[in-house]
């Protein structure tokens, strides 16, 4: 059985866009090893695209967290694309049960 979830952002005022803080790290699987042996985190706002399929970091990011690539991707609409480095990273949302704080 999936397990449903969902993230809540309450503003005062209209907003154009959903922003959040999220905790970023490399990549790990934290059922095969116990939280204070977790790779290092850092805090940054997040910002939402409810119809993505995906998730797209900062430069910012992978220089901080000295992310490696793991492979390539084509990433864009069908004329204008580009060829992107593709990073394996764990993301944490606000209040969820994995956080590490």
């Known amino acids: 059985m999936s397990r449903a979830s969902s993230l809540t952002v309450v503003y005062g005022t209209l907003r154009r866009s959903l922003v959040s803080e999220v ?3 490399v ?3 934290p059922a095969a090893m116990q ?3 977790y790779p290092p985190f850092k805090k940054y706002q997040g910002i939402w695209d409810t119809g993505a399929t995906a998730s797209v970091i900062t430069q910012e990011v992978v220089d901080e967290l000295d992310l ?7 990433q864009g609409p069908t004329r204008n694309i580009a060829i992107c480095f593709a990073f394996g990273f764990f993301i944490w ?7 590490p704080t």
């Not at 490696?68 to 084509?74: E, F, R, S, V």
């Not at 949302?93 to 956080?99: G, Q």
């Open 35 to 37: 939280p204070d042996q």
């Open 93 to 99: 949302l606000p209040k969820s049960r994995l956080h």
């Open 27 to 29: 990549a790990f699987d």
């Open 68 to 74: 490696k690539p793991i492979g390539m991707i084509i």
């Open 23 to 25: 905790t970023i790290a």
